[in-house]
């Protein structure tokens, strides 16, 4: 073997065990739904600013989360799943269903939505939410925004 190749060979194999190890905030596991999605402001469909993603609400403003669940193996979603946001507000959680968004007119609309009322006495601070969804086969997943306070969904004044 030459020189070259001999150097070459421990690079391949630490490629080879880091290109099969999960991601972080992956499971790694084939029974796990991959769940992704975001938070936007639902407003009149009439209005160019609805479902613009956001993440600062004032009381009154409607909540809009829009989330999929992806079976890892197939790369499909299964419109029968099903998927919860749990927000978390004044000391209680919130449980609201999420409906299938896809229908015969907007195919191409491959999500879930929920909408939350952020409360007309709501102090303002940060809301915490979590996604967690279920298949028919028994698979699981759940979302959870990143722990950047900046970044989580806010009510302000």
Not at 28 to 50: A, I, K, M
Request: hydrophobic share 35%.
């Amino acid at each position: 073997m030459s020189i070259r190749v001999l150097r070459t060979l421990p690079v391949v194999a630490v490629m080879a065990v880091i290109g099969s190890a999960p991601l972080t905030g992956q499971s790694g596991s084939p029974r796990r739904l991959v769940v992704y999605g975001d938070v936007v402001e639902f407003l009149q469909l009439t209005d160019p600013n609805t479902c613009q993603p956001k993440a600062r609400f004032k009381r009154g403003q409607a909540i809009g989360f829009r989330m999929t669940a992806v079976n890892p193996e197939t790369g499909q979603r299964d419109r029968a799943t099903k998927l919860v946001v749990h927000v978390t507000y004044g000391g209680r959680t919130f449980e609201i269903p999420m409906r299938d968004r896809q229908n015969e007119r907007q195919p191409q609309r491959e999500f879930w939505v929920a909408r939350w009322d952020v409360p007309s006495d709501a102090s303002t601070g940060a809301v915490h939410y979590r996604v967690t969804a279920t298949d028919p086969q028994g698979r699981t997943g759940e979302y959870t925004p990143f722990k950047v306070e900046n970044s989580q969904l806010t009510i302000v004044e």
